[in-house]
């Protein structure tokens, strides 16, 4: 059985301390939390509740395709990007699918249980677990799906867009396609020139995967959204069930898209605190430090009188803090974890509490 544990599943754990003053380093969100007016669109808009939501979300589809400059039809409005990694596969009739490991463990999830089989190439710990294009190359006649985590989890890895693009034609030349998954898209340094997006007016064996919940802080509405060629998104589209995105959901999305000033204060806030985390983890003795293409830090205890991250887990949950584990990931061992950026304070209270265990 795939093991489904994955950042933030938790509220609170029984060894947390109880006066809320505990910091979830699990879970990859915008550390600056939602933008201010949520709290009063979503109160503003309770009546909305007594109405169904729009089917097809259309008025936020069309407000994301403006966004994006592409056309609507393009573009799928989700209960979460999860749920488009469920269709994709059954809605493709996929019979194989690659998957580059380590990554997010819910696409072989997706892939086995829509009786399909998953295909592994394994990235290598002393290639810092870069993303081998030729290596993946040589499996795509093999496979009808190809996914792609860009920027990686857990690793943080970012696949040059060179390297994208001579994938894509492979895999438009093989009639393979590629689901090129960029949910922390948004937290990568100059990410207008890494996202694929602007492929699916060119390459029909293209999806993009998208959240919003992330990047705005509001995981708990559940709102991802996929970008690909006009019959891909009509193959997916079917297989979606009516009102899959709540009223809630799709008025707050549409109102956080228009706040701007709130996109550039949370890019210059969670780059400048990326670097900082990273710079002063990578300090620490017994810590192996990989540089962070989204808002996460991915580490390895490495010659530490720690022995695993499951027992690193338990000592930082004494002091009020929860990591995530990575250990559970294929292709990892027990001596890997992943640490969310947070706030300056609170990654100092991350980086204090690691010296006083590790060191």
Request: proline share 5%.
């Amino acid at each position: 059985m795939i093991n489904r544990i994955h950042g933030g599943t938790v509220q609170q754990p029984r060894r947390l301390p109880a006066n809320g003053k505990w910091v979830d380093f699990s879970v990859n969100i915008n550390p600056l939390g939602p933008a201010p007016e949520i709290r009063d669109v979503i109160t503003g808009n309770l009546d909305m509740l007594m109405h169904y939501p729009e089917p097809e979300s259309g008025q936020l589809r069309r407000q994301l395709a403006a966004f994006h400059n592409i056309a609507a039809q393009n573009l799928l409005i989700g209960n979460g990007s999860i749920e488009f990694i469920h269709l994709i596969p059954r809605a493709l009739k996929v019979k194989r699918a690659l998957i580059i490991s380590p990554t997010f463990s819910e696409y072989e999830f997706a892939v086995r249980i829509n009786q399909a089989r998953p295909v592994f190439v394994n990235t290598k710990e002393r290639d810092g677990f870069k993303i081998d294009s030729a290596e993946i190359k040589k499996f795509v006649p093999k496979v009808d799906l190809v996914f792609l985590c860009n920027p990686n989890n857990p690793t943080g890895f970012v696949m040059p867009l060179g390297d994208i693009l001579e994938l894509s034609d492979l895999c438009k030349r093989r009639n393979t396609v590629l689901l090129v998954d960029e949910v922390f898209m948004d937290f990568a340094e100059g990410n207008e020139r890494v996202t694929m997006i602007s492929q699916v007016r060119k390459n029909d064996f293209i999806l993009v995967l998208r959240s919003l919940t992330k990047f705005f802080a509001i995981p708990g509405l559940r709102l991802g959204y996929l970008i690909g060629a006009e019959n891909l998104i009509r193959k997916i589209a079917a297989f979606q069930y009516p009102w899959n995105v709540n009223t809630v959901a799709q008025i707050v999305a549409s109102s956080v898209l228009k706040n701007r000033n709130y996109q550039r204060k949370s890019i210059r806030f969670i780059l400048k605190e990326k670097g900082y985390l990273f710079n002063r983890l990578r300090k620490i003795k017994g810590l192996k430090v990989y540089y962070p293409g989204a808002n996460f830090v991915f580490c390895k205890l490495e010659g530490s009188r720690v022995q695993s991250a499951g027992e690193l887990s338990q000592k930082l949950i004494l002091k009020g803090m929860v990591i995530r584990n990575c250990g559970n990931f294929r292709g990892l061992n027990q001596r890997f974890f992943r640490v969310a950026v947070r706030t300056r304070n609170q990654n100092n209270r991350l980086i204090k509490s690691l010296k006083d265990i590790l060191e």
